[in-house]
């Protein structure tokens, strides 16, 4: 396997998510060394849906409680979105999702969702400590990449084609 050269793929191939959701099954289904490799290349160079979160200072958010459908809202003090997290077993998980299909509605409705490089979300899981795992369609047949395999993805070079 360590001599095997990565498929090349396009990101017009990869951008609906169902290579990454076909590599993941195929993965779950047999755990072997190649199918983990496939799986990861395929996630280093995928666009993710991310469920973030809006922070803002508690008078900003009663502020825009307080405020009509219509009518405009400026905040007075910073505003972040952050992934959302969750708790499973005592330990804080970001979760990312393969296709639009993998959300809940119910669950969708209550986060923003953002389409985000795996670069990015390399970046959102080093930044905050809290984090302990990352988990890919977590409301189906979930899948969860411990820390040591969130920074090897990382580390990967990509394997999509120029698009010049």
């Not at 809202?73 to 999702?97: G, K, R, S």
């Not at 959102?124 to 990352?134: A, R, S, V, W």
């Amino acid at each position: 396997m360590a001599g095997m050269e990565p498929k090349k793929l396009s990101r017009e191939k990869l951008a609906d998510g169902s290579v990454l959701l076909f590599l993941k099954e195929r993965f779950q289904d047999d755990m072997n060394e190649d199918n983990l490799i496939e799986l990861m290349q395929v996630l280093r160079d995928s666009i993710l849906l991310v469920p973030m979160k809006v922070l803002m200072s508690a008078a900003d958010a009663e502020r825009m409680r307080l405020y009509e459908e219509n009518m405009k809202f400026v905040a007075e003090n910073d505003i972040q979105v952050v992934p959302a997290t969750a708790t499973l077993e005592d330990q804080n998980y970001m979760f990312i999702f393969s296709q639009p299909e993998q959300i809940p509605v119910d669950y969708s409705d209550a986060v923003s969702i953002m389409r985000i490089p795996w670069e990015k979300v390399y970046q959102y899981f080093i930044d905050d400590e809290g984090i302990y795992g990352i988990v890919l369609d977590p409301f189906t047949e979930n899948l969860e990449i411990p820390e040591e395999l969130i920074h090897a993805i990382s580390r990967m070079d990509s394997a999509l084609v120029d698009e010049a």
